[in-house]
């Protein structure tokens, strides 16, 4: 029995894996174009975008989805994201990937303000191009700053998967909930925490051997 | 000929006026000391010299070139910008170190990236050019270190040896030392006396009187935007004609310096 529980659960959190993994792939870069837009000067960039920072991160990631996947099949009378299982893991994904981006975007931003105006001006002074000052310069110390709060928000992120389940997109904590039903026992669901756990740890000790590469400079 | 001439600079921030029409010029191997009380707009000229400031009116002119006009619309490109900056070289008040780069590569840098770009790219003489520039900071024991792990005054020597990698014609100094310890203060001031020495152009903006009485050549005293005085260190402090220098100077012998 532990076998079958086993290897359900681990074809649930295949599927909690995949929408990590997307999802990290697109927000992390979608969240640095996004920063550079709220800390734009023109009033036509910026404010767009900070109005949707202000939306995402002030409402519930659990509403966002049902939105996002039921709401233009009310509006539109045309569901969008498609037929079936794809369907409603393309939904969850823009779902993820628009909120974390937002979240991420508010880190880059924090990363990129902190750096004192002094080391682009060191840079500007020597002659450097606008590309060298950032690339030679800035960007390792934004790293370096961004890092503690992009670890708390990825192994955020491993979490928030489950709330997938809302539009019913089969992870791991709907197939340890299966076993309820199909045969009355409660430790499967239980038992997916176990997956959690393991893989926050290896993020955890992963981001942990990042910043101490990175503690060689303050 | 004078190696800079600045002509009527005026800048504004907003609807006050922090430069009033500096005009001043100096001769190749001489040390210009800039003093004056805060908020005179110290600063603000050194920031205008090196381009980070862009002036609202007037001239700098180094060597005979016309490197800035205010008259003439801004056209030249973020290259030809770049070139015009590397007449002068600044070491700023705070430093302003890579952190993530030692001593060494904080020294490096720039001159590996204009050398690359410029097709000349020879590793071993930028290397060596920069350790015996670190050298004469007195520095040879503290190459390879990160600046988080050099003292105040170490690291203000690191960044002069960085300013002056790019060799340039005059080496501006806002407050080298004003970020110092006080037992710190002497070795950098006796590192840029050292270059007076050796006939380094510098325009230096300092509260050292006694250092800028002995180092330079030639003291502008600046109140409210303006040139109030200028002359040689003993007519200056000496003999001040103004009295808006002799108030200057009084407020700082009160204070014991
Ligand atoms: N970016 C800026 N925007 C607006 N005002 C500024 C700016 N920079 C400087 N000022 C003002 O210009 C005036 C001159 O400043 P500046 O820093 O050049 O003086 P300073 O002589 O270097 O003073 P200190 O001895 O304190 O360094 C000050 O009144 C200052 O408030
Ligand atoms: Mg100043």
Partial sequence: MLLTVTLSLLNGFGMTLKLFALTLLFSLPLGLVMSLGSMSKVKVIRWPIVFLIWVMRGTPLLLQLLVIYYGP???LHNNIWGAGDGGRFTAALVAFVINYACYFSEIYRGGIQSIPVGQYEAGQVLGMTRGQIFLRVILLQVIKRIVPPMSNEIINLVKDTSLARVIAVYEVIWAGQAFIKSDGILWPL????????????????????????????? | MAILQVENIIKNFGTTQVLKGISFSMEEGTALSLIGSSGSGKTTLLRCLNFLERADEGKIIVKGETLFD????????????????????????????????????????????????????DAKAIEEHAKELLVSMGLENRMNNYPH???????????????????????????????????????VLKVIRGLAEHH???????????????????????????IAEQGTPEEVFEHPKEERTRQFLASYTREGE
């Fill in chain 2, 200 to 226: 380094t152009t510098m325009i230096i903006v300092t509260h050292e009187m006694s250092f800028a009485r002995d180092v330079s050549d030639h003291v502008i005293f600046m109140d409210d935007g303006r």
């Fill in chain 2, 70 to 121: 205010a008259k003439v619309k801004e056209n030249s490109s973020e290259e030809e910008l770049r070139r015009k900056r590397l007449h002068f070289g600044m070491v700023f008040q705070q430093f302003n170190l890579f952190p993530q780069y030692t001593a060494l590569q904080n020294v490096m840098l720039a001159p590996t990236l204009a050398a690359k770009a410029a097709g000349t790219y």
């Fill in chain 1, 73 to 75: 099949g009310m509006m």
């Fill in chain 2, 149 to 187: 792990q050099l003292s105040g005054g170490q690291q203000q020597r690191v960044a002069i040896a960085r300013a002056m990698a790019l060799k340039p014609d005059i080496l501006c100094f806002d407050e080298p030392t004003s970020a110092l310890d006080p037992e710190l203060t002497g070795e």
């Fill in chain 1, 190 to 218: 239980f038992y997916t925490g176990v997956f959690y756990l393991v893989f926050c740890g290896l993020l955890t000790a992963l981001f942990g051997r990042l910043e101490k590469a990175l503690d060689y400079f303050r």
